[in-house]
């Protein structure tokens, strides 16, 4: 099982970057899917996460209304795929972001109970 995440690099503060990340390997119909970041010194935090279906999202207060989380929905296989769209990045956004996988809703599974992890690409914005 294999979660493949790509589209770091290094920013300007308001510029944008996606990311996105793969998963294969296994059977993830349906996991819930997601990208948590962790600043070096803090602990990992949950940025954004989407159901299985593709139509519940959900964000942390800091990014909300700047990032947006989608999944492919055209076909089963299709959902494996998950992106994060980031628009005005600031320089507080600089981390390791992870994708992740889970049969659980992320927001309760927690960085520890994770099934999944990406292998992190690190997002810097500068100021």
């Known amino acids: 099982v294999q979660l493949q995440a790509s589209g770091g690099g290094l920013v300007q503060a308001g510029g944008s970057l996606r990311l996105s990340c793969a998963a294969s390997?296994?059977?993830?119909?349906?996991?819930?899917m997601g990208w948590f970041r962790q600043a070096p010194g803090k602990e990992r935090e949950l940025v954004a996460g989407?159901?299985?279906?593709?139509?519940?999202?959900?964000?942390?207060?800091s990014v909300k209304g700047r990032f947006t989380i989608s999944r492919d929905k055209t076909t089963a296989n299709a959902r494996n795929t998950v992106a994060l769209q980031m628009n005005g990045l600031k320089p507080e956004d600089t981390a390791v972001y992870y994708c992740?996988?889970?049969?659980?809703?992320?927001?309760?599974?927690?960085?520890?109970?994770?099934?999944?992890w990406g292998q992190g690409t690190q997002v810097t914005v500068s100021s």
């Open positions: 992740a996988a889970d049969p659980r809703d992320l927001r309760l599974s927690g960085p520890s109970a994770v099934d999944y």
């Open positions: 390997g296994g059977t993830f119909r349906g996991y819930n």
């Open positions: 989407i159901t299985w279906s593709g139509l519940n999202t959900y964000y942390s207060d």
